[in-house]
């Protein structure tokens, strides 16, 4: 069984940066690790995943901005993000796929984690 604990957002100001992090338990090193985020009254979109063998997939709205990471000694995944936008405010989840697909709909992941808000103020 796996389980996944993310840490790190809180309040932050346009321009600024947080660094959440993904505390695994179980196996997850053979695993595609991944972030979303959901928004009040918004779907569920894919942040930033990455494979294991370290492939990395993020989509326009955070290329460039956002990155993605993982450790698989610790059974960690990290998001670095910089240059946050009022439009990134949301719950952050951390998730993990068995298949290693690494793929942006949430339905290929089969396990989450509780949600970190990150809330960003202009």
């Known amino acids: 069984q796996v389980q996944l604990v993310e840490s790190g957002g809180g309040l932050v100001q346009a321009g600024g940066s947080l660094r959440l992090s993904c505390a695994g338990s179980?196996?997850?090193?053979?695993?595609?690790l991944a972030w979303f985020r959901q928004a009040p009254g918004k779907e569920r979109e894919l942040v930033a995943a990455i494979k294991w063998g370290g492939n990395s997939n993020y989509p326009d709205s955070v290329k460039g901005r956002f990155t993605i990471s993982r450790d698989d000694a610790k059974k960690a995944a990290y998001l670095e993000m910089t240059s946050l936008k009022p439009e990134d405010t949301a719950v952050y989840y951390c998730?993990?796929?068995?298949?290693?697909?690494?793929?942006?709909?949430?339905?290929?992941?089969?396990?989450w984690g509780q949600g970190t808000q990150v809330t960003v103020s202009s």
């Open positions: 179980g196996r997850t090193s053979s695993y595609a």
């Open positions: 998730a993990a796929d068995p298949w290693n697909r690494g793929g942006a709909h949430p339905g290929q992941y089969i396990y």
